[in-house]
């Protein structure tokens, strides 16, 4: 069983940046495939980006490429996602999620452990 907690969302104006923290717990979290996902009021959640446990290898949704950054730090057993340039089309619940695959996946179901969310609101 691996627990997740989200942290760092809030309210920014377009152009701004943001940090979101993902703490993970429990047995053998740090060798997760970690990912994150979003999802906007009527929507259905989408991913966003994806590391390896060993963080060498990263995925990224083409909307967010060049300005989020997915990071990790096993020894703390926190996930990051650095969000720059950020856009009112961002604003979003913000989903942390943890797979056992190998692999780095994009799709939703193939992930099996989520957090609660963290809003994150951009302003025009």
């Known amino acids: 069983q691996v627990q997740l907690v989200e942290s760092g969302g809030g309210l920014v104006q377009a152009g701004g940046s943001l940090r979101l923290s993902c703490a993970a717990s429990g047995r053998t979290a740090s060798s997760y495939v970690m990912g994150w996902f979003r999802q906007a009021p009527g929507k259905e959640r989408k991913f966003v980006a994806a590391?390896?446990?060993?963080?060498?290898?990263?995925g990224y949704a083409d909307s967010v490429k060049g300005r989020f950054t997915i990071s990790r730090d096993n020894a703390k057993s926190t996930v990051y996602l650095q969000m720059n340039s950020l856009k009112p089309e961002d604003t979003a619940v913000y989903y942390c999620?943890?797979?056992?695959?190998?692999?780095?996946?994009?799709?939703?179901?193939?992930?099996?452990?989520w957090g609660q969310g963290t809003q994150v609101t951009v302003s025009s």
């Open positions: 999620a943890a797979a056992s695959s190998w692999y780095i996946s994009r799709i939703r179901r193939e992930y099996d452990y």
């Open positions: 590391i390896s446990w060993t963080g060498d290898n990263t």
